[in-house]
């Protein structure tokens, strides 16, 4: 049966005068920016110009109200997304911490060339021939386009000496032998600041306020050494600020009081001789409100003095006690940067703090654990299981290889081999599949989820026959919790190419499709993201593609779906789009929410979804124009 398919897609695109009004628009906002961020100033700059230009011939079409040749349109169509990514992108530079945007200028300025790019290659199919404009406007767009081909990736090299300045800080905070940081360093690090627009008490507010936001978006998605820069940023500006604006002004503790109290410190820890002090607030843990001796980094990105977090933890708190938020891993990270700040605070005056060798109860289990102990073991809820055991020991060890220097990753990676050589994952891969009960194989699967994160582990527990099998089969048995560990271990192994066809033919598609529907089990997410990873290999597209059920589930999820669920949706459609091709683009384009799913995604999604959702707009535009 012959259908009509271009009517259904003009809808779901702005018809010529409706177009031309929103591209003179956008463009006209990104010309009149005239307060540039901070960072990417060149290509900001740049960017801006090259939209003028593009302004000027928008206006100049219009004013035609000539017919436009078919390839014209499809090119100002492509401009429209272009243009709209420019200006989110300049609004993200302007608008997010210029501290984080500093760290990322190469990823930032990537994307900006990227974006000239695609401008250039919309530009190659726009008929300048068949346009009515001025012999001017022809003869300046196409050298536009000639200079979108050639330009080159720019990164300001000001902006990388800068960033490579305070990599080289944070690093010197993470050495732990190294006390004092010195005048010198911090004159530096205020020189920098006052580059990127950080001069007053509010501007460092405002600064550290962007960080956090920054922080919590991560936490979870960006990974524990990501959440771990922007800590080690947020401790360091917090310094900053103290020493900028309290140092000359700080009253003067005489000598006989501050050994007094040094002393009253180190026998009785009372609160009295901390506020004697004035500790920053930055400082405190804020369980106990006391300086913190050890702090570490929890899941949701704050931090807590170790010994009262982990209290916290093992009465049976699986939440962040400062937000509320679920812990999504009791992995303690060792916040390296703060903890060195907080010896170089305590040596300015003169407090000397004892180091913890104790533990909480229920915690200290063994004297062969007292090693450990003293290099500041993460604690896991308290159990005498062996699995628990290992599991203290690996997120223990992946904190380190997070958060360490070289050498103290190396040895964790060396650690964890051993661990996998003395049959521990043996014995964890048999209590997976053969626990007694489900709590116990619910505790193999996070412990297998804390081991997927190392690289070696990925090979190791791959290769095992018995692995993934036994986490597909708890994405049918376990609670939602287990099915979340089995999905998210699944995705970190299959983060491995080799691993990716083995969860493919291993039967886990059809099951995390039957997920996608499944209300009670509550991981749409997790699925989707597994779905999303396994696209990217023969055996897995194979299998996604006899789902006859999966495509309107993922036209559904652009609607309903959470952020992160949109952005795995637009991903699998654009996969089996450019590869099934017409028959999944007529299926879209057959069902009526697909086109207005996909156009609101494309106006307010995330940058990742709004970038994916203007890939497949084109991709069936293009489509219909060829049909």
């Given at each position: 049966m012959d259908m009509t398919l271009p009517p259904l897609v003009s809808s779901g695109f702005l018809p010529v005068g409706s177009l031309l009004e929103s591209l003179i628009h956008i463009s006209n906002e990104v010309a009149s920016i005239e307060k540039f961020p901070v960072v990417q100033v060149k290509n900001v700059s740049m960017m801006i110009r090259r939209v003028k230009l593009l302004s000027s011939l928008f206006q100049e079409i219009q004013e035609t109200n000539a017919p436009l040749p078919p390839s014209s349109i499809l090119c100002l169509t492509e401009l429209f997304s272009v243009i709209r990514r420019v200006k989110l992108l300049i609004d993200g530079c302007k608008e997010g911490s210029a501290l984080w945007n500093l760290m990322q200028t190469d990823l930032l300025s990537n994307q900006y060339h990227v974006t000239v790019k695609e401008m250039g290659s919309a530009l190659d199919i726009l008929p300048l021939s068949l346009l009515k404009i001025t012999i001017d406007t022809k003869e300046q767009v196409e050298l536009l386009r000639k200079q979108a081909k050639r330009v080159e990736l720019f990164v300001e090299p000001g902006e990388i000496q800068r960033r490579e300045e305070l990599f080289l800080m944070m690093g010197s905070y993470r050495d732990r032998n190294k006390r004092n940081t010195g005048l010198d360093d911090f004159n530096r690090v205020k020189e920098i600041l006052i580059s990127i627009g950080v001069r007053s008490p509010l501007d460092f507010e405002e600064e550290i306020s962007k960080l956090e936001a920054e922080a919590e978006k991560q936490a979870g998605t960006g990974g524990l050494i990501v959440v771990s820069n922007i800590n080690n940023l947020m401790s360091l500006i917090s310094l900053s600020k103290s020493m900028i604006f309290s140092r000359e002004n700080k009253e003067k503790i005489p000598e006989d009081l501050k050994q007094s109290s040094a002393s009253n410190w180190q026998h009785e820890h009372s609160s009295s001789s901390q506020s004697s002090f004035n500790i920053p607030d930055e400082y405190r843990c804020p369980i106990s409100l006391d300086l913190m001796r050890d702090p570490v980094i929890v899941a949701s990105g704050h931090t807590y003095d170790r010994n009262s977090i982990a209290q916290w933890i093992n009465t049976g708190h699986h939440t962040c006690p400062k937000s509320g938020q679920r812990l999504i891993h009791m992995a303690l990270i060792p916040n390296y940067a703060?903890?060195?700040?907080?010896?170089?605070?305590?040596?300015?005056?003169?407090?000397?703090?004892?180091?913890?060798?104790?533990?909480?109860?229920?915690?200290?289990?063994?004297?062969?654990?007292?090693?450990?102990?003293?290099?500041?073991?993460?604690?896991?809820?308290?159990?005498?299981?062996?699995?628990?055991?290992?599991?203290?020991?690996?997120?223990?060890?992946?904190?380190?290889?997070?958060?360490?220097?070289?050498?103290?990753?190396?040895?964790?990676?060396?650690?964890?081999?051993?661990?996998?050589k003395t049959g521990s994952l043996d014995s964890i891969i048999h209590v997976l599949l053969s626990g007694k009960t489900m709590e116990a194989r619910e505790n193999a699967a996070a412990t297998i989820f804390s081991l997927s994160m190392v690289d070696d582990y990925k090979v190791l527990i791959g290769g095992h026959p018995k692995a993934i099998p036994a986490l597909v089969e708890l994405l049918i048995d376990g609670t939602t919790a287990g099915k979340r560990d089995a999905a998210t271990a699944l995705f970190n192994l299959a983060v491995y190419n080799i691993n990716k066809s083995c969860v493919a033919v291993s039967g886990a598609i059809p099951l995390l499709i039957e997920l996608l529907m499944d209300d009670k089990a509550g991981i749409t997410d997790d699925a989707l993201a597994v779905l999303a990873l396994l696209l990217g290999c023969s055996e897995g597209l194979e299998e996604i593609k006899k789902s006859r059920v999966l495509v309107p589930l993922l036209i559904d999820l652009l609607r309903y779906g959470s952020p992160k669920g949109k952005e795995n949706s637009i991903t699998l459609l654009l996969g089996l789009c450019k590869d099934s091709g017409e028959e999944v683009a007529r299926r879209l384009l057959m069902n009526p929410r697909s086109i207005p799913s996909l156009q609101s995604l494309a106006a307010d999604g995330s940058l990742k979804a709004r970038r994916k959702a203007d890939a497949l707009l084109r991709l069936l535009n293009r489509c219909c124009f060829q049909s």
């Open positions: 703060l903890k060195s700040l907080i010896h170089q605070w305590c040596e300015e005056n003169n407090i000397t703090i004892r180091e913890s060798t104790s533990s909480p109860p229920d915690l200290d289990r063994s004297s062969g654990k007292r090693e450990l102990q003293d290099k500041a073991v993460d604690h896991i809820s308290a159990t005498k299981t062996a699995s628990d055991a290992v599991k203290m020991t690996a997120e223990f060890l992946v904190g380190k290889l997070a958060t360490g220097s070289p050498d103290i990753q190396r040895q964790a990676a060396y650690e964890l081999r051993l661990l996998a």
